[in-house]
């Protein structure tokens, strides 16, 4: 697990670790980049990383309503250790089933 505190060391520790990481867990609002900015610009490199995205905001509708109009899954905060792991591993089953689909 790979832990940063903002969008731009996150950016730089996909770029180091980009074949090693399963998932991306990202805040929709983080210091410097915000979370929906670092998945598009992973998403532009390696369009099949599977991306979970955390929030307890809701003063940024417009940037909220663009993840969820993507179908991309929204962990609302505060969510419990359970929440998380029960919500990554949904993510992850339907990242796969998407990449075996014909």
């Known amino acids: 697990m790979l832990i940063v505190s903002d969008g731009e060391s996150a950016l730089r520790e996909f770029e180091l ?8 867990m990202l805040d929709v609002v983080m210091p410097k980049i915000s979370g929906p900015e670092v998945y598009a610009r992973i998403s532009a490199e390696k369009p099949d990383t599977p991306v979970l995205f955390a929030t307890g905001y809701s003063a940024d509708i417009a940037m909220l309503q663009k993840i969820q109009d993507q179908q991309l899954p929204v962990l609302q905060k505060p969510y419990s250790p359970r929440d998380r792991v029960s919500t ?4 992850l089953y339907q990242h796969r089933r998407m990449l075996s689909l014909p």
Do not use: P, Y
């Open 17 to 24: 670790h980009r074949d090693e990481i399963d998932l991306v």
């Open 88 to 91: 990554a591993r949904e993510t």
